[in-house]
């Protein structure tokens, strides 16, 4: 059986939510699968569930985990949903995204369009990088 999409989607969850463990938690042991369970409420057998579809995603046996579920992971630790599915995800990077959105959406909308003009302004610049 060829990799269906939804095969590589629950694979590429299973190591996300992997990184943000290890990244908030610390340590990558058994210890974080029962963490991320009892801090997102989804339940161990959930978690389980979701490592078990990461790690054999062609077993017809590993069932597809609930919007929701993927929603209470993604509040717990403050990404947004799409990013538990995005193979290109980094938890620094979207820690990062997350200050800069938060201190973004203090400014006033005058503010906002300064912003917006300096980094027109910064694209079209010839920079010398030497």
């Not at 369970?37 to 990461?54: D, M, P, S, V």
């Amino acid at each position: 059986m060829g990799n269906k999409p939804h095969e590589a989607a629950k694979a590429v969850l299973w190591r996300n939510v992997q990184a943000l463990m290890e990244f908030h938690f610390g340590v990558k042991d058994r210890s974080n699968q029962n963490k991320l369970a009892r801090e997102t409420k989804i339940g161990l057998g959930t978690a389980a569930r979701i490592k078990r579809a990461g790690e054999s995603p062609e077993d017809p046996s590993s069932n597809s985990t609930g919007l929701e579920k993927i929603e209470q992971i993604a509040e717990r630790f403050g990404v947004e949903m799409w990013q538990l599915l995005s193979p290109d995800f980094d938890p620094e990077d979207a820690k990062d995204r997350q200050r800069w959105r938060k201190l973004y959406t203090r400014l006033t909308h005058e503010e906002r369009q300064k912003v917006f003009d300096m980094l027109e302004l910064l694209k079209g610049a010839d920079v010398d990088r030497t």
